[in-house]
């Protein structure tokens, strides 16, 4: 059987973030002990508080649990039953809502192997980041006296739960100001002072919104947003 495999949770960032058709990746799985010590680190440094998810394919279905990282930035597992495993990290940022990470394909055995390894956030972080810088670029079209609205997808059907993150346009880091859900209905609100910001609004299987705007008091009274259906490949 072809160990061909997607880290569901990378695709999904792949896919919500940038709204492109996601690849297919082959990765050749490392040899395991069933004891196993996972680093996250970022720009070169150990997350502490991190959270390491590991999945094993067990027929069709995926069994999985979660560690966090110590101190030290490693999570310690219990021991290991034996199969494939995927390893993913992820951890909360003030720039964006949450990193992930995720290359290790481990196979499991006995017959012992590796002990320790190593998931990079990096690579998400600097993914962010340039979504963040790109977005700054962009012009400001909506003007509003308060940050309120509605969601709906191409039918026009309320969308509930979609992830709203804003930042400040033009700030150093890009450091969330303010971070909410749409409700059952598809709305959401928000109050935020006078001054010119990004919305990123983001759902899984949806192409991300990036929406500069201004606050203002002879603004619009509200936004009206339709998240179009993202591709996957």
Known sequence: MTRAFILACSLLWAMVVVGEPVEVTQIKPQQSSRHVRIAVTLNGHVVKGAKVDLCRFVKQDQLCFSVLTGENGIAATPKLADGDYTVGASVDDDTYEQLYGGDLYLHVSGH????????????????????????DALPVKERLQEFQGSLRDPSGAPIAGVSIRIIRKGSAGHAIVQKLKSNDAGQFSSHLDDGVYIAFFTFPGFRTRTIPFEIINQGAKELRITLQIGTVT
């Open 112 to 135: 012992g192997g590796q002990k320790s390894f190593t998931v990079d956030l990096t690579k998400s972080f600097r993914a962010a980041q340039a979504v963040a810088a790109a977005a």
